[in-house]
Nanobody, 125 residues
Framework: QVQLVESGGGLVQAGGSLRLSCAVS????????MAWFGQALGNTREFLAG????????DYEDSVKGRFTISRDIVKNTVYLQMNKLKPEDTAVYYC??????????????????WGQGTQVTISS
């Protein structure tokens, strides 16, 4: 059974940093493309950052480029999202997702293998 468990969310002031973790069980992340999404209150869930299963490529939504960094630890089977220079508009529930198929280069925007339960990030001004 696949399980994704996010952690690391919280309340920080604007300009601060957080590191989110997504611990995966039931699948080996070295064979899966993974991504982080954010969902602000009343909005749809949006792609923020992704890492291809090869580990050789990462992509970011324009609003987080230069501030957020996605990485993975294949030994711990965990994906991270380092978030710096946080802004109030970054406030959202953050979810990690795993692609629907192994060795797929497509980010899990439509073919989603599994979602985590989400972790709340709140940025105060």
């Amino acid at each position: 059974q696949v399980q994704l468990v996010e952690s690391g969310g919280g309340l920080v002031q604007a300009g601060g940093s957080l590191r989110l973790s997504c611990a995966v069980s039931g699948r080996t992340i070295v064979t899966y493309t993974m991504a982080w999404f954010g969902q602000a209150l009343g909005n749809t869930r949006e792609f923020l950052a992704g890492v291809k299963w090869t580990g050789g490529r990462t992509d970011y939504e324009d609003s987080v480029k230069g501030r957020f960094t996605i990485s993975r630890d294949i030994v711990k089977n965990t994906v991270y999202l380092q978030m710096n220079k946080l802004k109030p508009e970054d406030t959202a529930v953050y979810y990690c997702a795993l692609s629907g198929r192994p060795y797929s280069s497509d980010y899990p925007t439509t073919d989603v293998g599994s979602w985590g339960q989400g972790t709340q990030v709140t940025i105060s001004s």
